[in-house]
Each structure stands twice: as structure tokens, then as C-alpha cells.
Nanobody, 127 residues
Framework: QVQLLESGGGVVQAGGSLRLSCAASGPSFSKYIMGWFRQAPGMEREFVASFSWSGPRIMYADSAKGRFTISKDDEKNTVYLQMSSLKPEDTAIYYC????????????????????WGQGTQVTVSS
């Protein structure tokens, strides 16, 4: 089992910043691939950012490029999403996701590719 605990969500004005954290734990956790997704009311869950824990590869959604930064703390098994220049359209529940091992056909961008999820943290950006 893997536990992913998100924190850092809240209400912020447009143009503001937030930093989300995702602390990973559990006997099945391995440092393979981590990602952030978000889901707005009535919308499908969408990709935000992800990385391969052991390598330099980092991916961002077009909506996140230049404003969001994904990072990690190896010692704490924690992943961060620094969000700046926030817009009202960034309002959503943000989820941390983990892929713990190789999977044929894996895609960083597809929620079904990940095998563990956090409970989500609400981000609300007011105009």
C-alpha cells in the first residue's frame, strides 16, 4: 500500500501563489513516477505536471508551463507543486498521483496510468 497525503491548498486571489505538498509513505511506495492532476467541478481529471523520480524528465501541461513548478525532496519522500500567477480557471481539487513500477503503455498524461492517489486538496482562486 501507498499513502499520498496532500496539503497546502486554500483560497488565494488571482495573481497569488500557493505551494502544494504530497508526502508519500507505505511499504509499497517506490520512487518511480509522481504527478499532479486537478479536477474542476463537472470536468474530467486533467494532467498538471509529473516527473520521473530517478531522471531529469519533467512534464507540464500547457496551462502550467511558466507558472507551476514540480519538485521533490528525496529525503522526505515529498513532492511539491509551486503555483504562481494563479488564475480563477486554476480552481480545482488537486491530486497527487504515484506510479510505483513499470507499466507497458504508460503515459504521464493519463490518470489511469497511475496506481495510487491522494485524497486531494482544494485550490480556489478568486478574481
Amino acid at each position: 500500500q501507498v499513502q499520498l497525503l496532500e496539503s497546502g491548498g486554500g483560497v488565494v486571489q488571482a495573481g497569488g501563489s500557493l505551494r502544494l505538498s504530497c508526502a508519500a509513505s507505505g511499504p509499497s511506495f517506490s520512487k518511480y513516477i509522481m504527478g499532479w492532476f486537478r479536477q474542476a467541478p463537472g470536468m474530467e481529471r486533467e494532467f498538471v505536471a509529473s516527473f520521473s523520480w530517478s531522471g531529469p524528465r519533467i512534464m507540464y501541461a500547457d496551462s502550467a508551463k511558466g507558472r507551476f513548478t514540480i519538485s521533490k525532496d528525496d529525503e522526505k519522500n515529498t513532492v511539491y507543486l509551486q503555483m504562481s500567477s494563479l488564475k480563477p480557471e486554476d480552481t480545482a481539487i488537486y491530486y497527487c498521483a504515484s506510479r510505483t513500477s513499470y507499466k507497458s503503455g504508460f503515459s504521464y498524461y493519463i490518470p489511469a496510468s497511475y496506481d495510487y492517489w491522494g485524497q486531494g486538496t482544494q485550490v480556489t482562486v478568486s478574481s
